[in-house]
């Protein structure tokens, strides 16, 4: 399959907001470590480590980075989490999701089809955590959609992809919490999808959701 690949207005205006998204996460992430270590006081007994499990369900707004007239692509995500809280601000955390994720270009949908692992480390204040990390994610399954036909493209597509991620959850009814999340795919993920093959291609996706503890 091959097209002339250039970056158009719309589609370079969606990397930079996403670039923009990705730095301001980072920058509070920073700076919410900074607040914990200026004003963590001593206590009197040590803090336990609290352990967590629970599901997540959300919705997905992708796209694949050099593509020439691509759209967003809205897919759902759902999985399972854990959470060790270490610290009175500090913790870690691991997920295993499935993410239907992918990219409409030239009125073509391309459906990518993930198994995702990303580890997390979390920073707690009241209600809020904030959340930085990684993931690696294996492609099981992708189709090429025009119109009503469709077809299977796992063959032209790398079959892994890693990658940062920056997000945030808000926890104001006890167990259950809403979260926004940024993955920002560091793998050119293109085999032979788009030729030459040296074009990259990379997965970007904000992910809005809902979660529940146990």
Partial sequence: MSRQVFLNLPGYLFVIFLKTLFTLLLVTLFSCHLAFAQHEQPVSTAFKPVRTAGIKV?????????????????????????????????????????????????????????????????????????????????????????????????????????????GINLNPLGATFVYARFNLGLKNINKQLITPAHVELYNRNIQLGLGYRF
Avoid: C, W
């Avoid at 999985?79 to 500090?90: C, I, L, M």
């Fill in 58 to 166: 959300g919705i997905n707004f992708a796209s694949v980075s050099n593509l020439a007239e691509s759209d967003v692509y809205m897919g759902v995500h759902a999985g399972f989490f854990g959470n060790v809280q270490t610290s009175e601000g500090v913790g870690f955390g691991g997920e295993l999701n499935y993410s239907h994720q992918g990219v409409t270009a030239s009125n073509l949908d391309v459906g990518l089809n993930y198994l995702s692992i990303p580890m997390l480390v979390n920073l707690y204040s009241g209600p809020v955590t904030f959340q930085g990390g990684i993931y690696g994610a294996y492609l099981f399954s992708a189709n090429l959609k025009n119109g009503q036909a469709k077809g299977d493209i796992s063959g032209y597509l790398r079959d892994t992809d890693y990658g940062l991620l920056v």
